[in-house]
């Protein structure tokens, strides 16, 4: 059984930072993919950033967050992170926390954090 906590959510103005921290648990298989998702109200839920564990951690971003985030991952802990700079209200939205197993294409999800900019 694998769980995901994320943390580091919060309410922040535009133009300001925040951290989003996740640590996974259990059985994680590798090679894998962990990475950030996000949802506003009234929108589907899509892809913010994700890191494989392949040496070098190749990366990948959404168009909307390029140059203003950042994802980094530590595999002793088994965590990852998204550094989140220069904040827009259209950042706004629950974000998850992702795990993908390559080889099985299981995919784990923690429950969200919310980050909220105000303008």
């Known amino acids: 059984q694998v769980q995901l906590v994320e943390s580091g959510g919060g309410l922040v103005q535009a133009g300001g930072s925040l951290t989003l921290s996740c640590t996974a648990s259990g059985s994680i298989f590798r090679p894998n993919i962990m990475g950030w998702y996000r949802q506003a109200p009234g929108k589907q839920r899509e892809l913010v950033a994700t890191?494989?564990?392949?040496?070098?951690?190749?990366?990948n971003y959404a168009d909307s967050v390029k140059g203003r985030f950042t994802i980094s991952r530590d595999d002793v802990d088994n965590s990852v992170y998204l550094q989140m700079n220069s904040l827009k209200p259209e950042d706004t939205a629950v974000y998850y926390c992702a795990l993908i197993i390559l080889r099985t294409r299981e995919n784990y999800w923690g429950e969200g954090t919310r980050v909220t900019v105000s303008s």
């Open positions: 890191m494989s564990d392949t040496r070098g951690g190749s990366s």
